[in-house]
């Protein structure tokens, strides 16, 4: 099955200023895109309107993360239904700098999940092993666990606004990245998984990134495989080279 090329840019908490975030902006929207790639940007929270209104050639916007409640006595969160009141699509969950750094398991992200597709939001829904768990081999058993939390609170319609990340811990801003044949592999096993846990028909719907040091340099044989479906890029989505791991196949 033919599944559409995805990008997403993952900004974090990058840039620190106006400026800064207007020549990014501008860097993508003169760059010539593959039209047939889908590309989703995700900056600050306080720059998501901004970015919005300004930038062009096709790209849509996500948010970096979202809480499951609508609105209420949560200071600093933000929710799905004011990022869709606000025109924003989607939306990043279950980052692993949200699982480790911010203490959210699997659980708490299903949850938010769930609340972010009542609301309207397409989920871009990272899951992903540490080095320790990778060299122990259990690259699959981690990322199934963390896929059954969102499993069990959806039903097989809800997986056409989900897009999966695997970023694999020990790639995510080393510059260490997963060899092609390893991106395949988890890519392959996490289809597998959604073919019994959901369906055959969702496993070969669902779009399925890689994520981990993604530069110009690596995307193409990345690309190739057939199980890997684009890429959710972190540091290299700040750098002109963005536009080329945008264009892997073009």
Same mark, same amino acid.
């Given at each position: 099955m033919t599944r559409q090329f995805f990008v997403g840019g993952n900004f974090k908490l990058n840039p620190t200023t106006?400026?800064?975030?207007?020549?990014?902006?501008?860097?993508l929207n003169s760059a010539d895109l593959d039209p047939s790639t889908e590309v989703v940007i995700a900056p600050p929270t306080i720059y998501l309107l901004s970015v919005k209104d300004s930038i062009s050639n096709n790209v849509k916007i996500a948010a970096q993360?979202?809480?499951?409640?609508? %609105?209420?006595?949560? &200071?600093?969160?933000?929710?799905?239904?004011? *990022? !869709?009141?606000?025109?924003?699509?989607?939306?990043?969950?279950g980052h %692993?700098?949200?699982? &480790?750094?911010?203490?959210?398991?699997?659980? *708490? !992200?299903?949850?938010?999940?769930r609340a972010a597709i009542d609301a309207g939001l397409k989920v871009i829904l990272c899951i992903g092993e540490t080095l320790e768990q990778r060299e122990a081999g259990k690259t699959a058993e981690v990322c199934e666990a963390q896929l059954k939390a969102v499993v069990d609170v959806t039903k097989d319609v809800d997986w056409s606004k989900v897009v999966i990340a695997?970023?694999?811990?020990?790639?995510?801003?080393t510059g260490k990245v997963?060899?092609?044949a390893q991106a395949q592999q988890a890519h392959a096993d996490v289809r597998a998984y959604l073919s019994k846990a959901v369906s055959a028909d969702v496993a070969a719907k669902?779009?399925?990134?890689?994520?981990?040091?993604?530069?110009?340099?690596?995307?193409?044989?990345?690309?190739?495989?057939?199980?890997?479906?684009?890429?959710?890029v972190g540091g290299a989505s700040l750098k002109p080279e963005f536009a080329d791991i945008i264009n892997a196949r073009k």
């Open positions: 106006l400026q800064a975030g207007t020549a990014l902006v501008s860097g993360n979202c809480y499951f409640k609508e %609105s209420g006595a949560f &200071t600093g969160e933000i929710s799905p239904k004011q *990022l !869709v009141d606000a025109g924003i699509p989607y939306v990043i969950l %692993s700098e949200r699982r &480790t750094i911010f203490h959210e398991d699997s659980a *708490l !992200v299903a949850t938010k999940t695997y970023e694999p811990v020990w790639a995510i801003g997963a060899t092609s669902v779009q399925i990134l890689y994520g981990g040091s993604v530069t110009a340099a690596n995307c193409k044989e990345l690309a190739r495989q057939p199980d890997v479906d684009g890429f959710l």
